[in-house]
């Protein structure tokens, strides 16, 4: 199994961005697809999680209204759409995928993480 998150970078204040997950060696659609972050010094954030089934979405409140985490199943490709973005965005971005229907921390698979950088 592995999950290639890709889409990191250096975005100026307000910007946008589109994070992936490819997905091999497993279905996403029978996961749950999550997008974690680790911010320098700090400890591993859940910031938004879709439940295979689409019933369940979680976004953490510093990310609501700018953040939206989709999934194209017949890509097995997993998104996370980040606008308006601030410094405090600044971070390693993961994602994960879980057979719990909900975010969890300690979810079955992991990507490597990818940089996202806010600054001008």
């Known amino acids: 199994v592995q999950l290639q998150a890709s889409g990191g970078g250096l975005v100026q204040p307000g910007g946008s961005l589109r994070l992936s997950c490819a997905a091999s060696?497993?279905?996403?659609?029978?996961?749950?697809l999550g997008w974690f972050r680790q911010a320098p010094g700090k400890g591993r954030e859940a910031v938004s999680c879709?439940?295979?089934?689409?019933?369940?979405?979680f976004v953490a409140d510093s990310a609501k209204g700018r953040f939206t985490v989709s999934r194209d199943n017949s890509k097995n490709i997993g998104y996370l759409q980040m606008n308006s973005l601030k410094p405090e965005d600044t971070a390693v971005y993961y994602c994960?995928?879980?057979?719990?229907?909900?975010?969890?921390?300690?979810?079955?698979?992991w990507g490597q993480g990818t940089q996202v950088t806010v600054s001008s």
């Open positions: 994960a995928t879980d057979q719990k229907p909900y975010c969890s921390g300690y979810a079955d698979y």
């Open positions: 060696g497993l279905t996403l659609d029978d996961y749950t």
């Open positions: 879709l439940d295979n089934s689409g019933t369940y979405k």
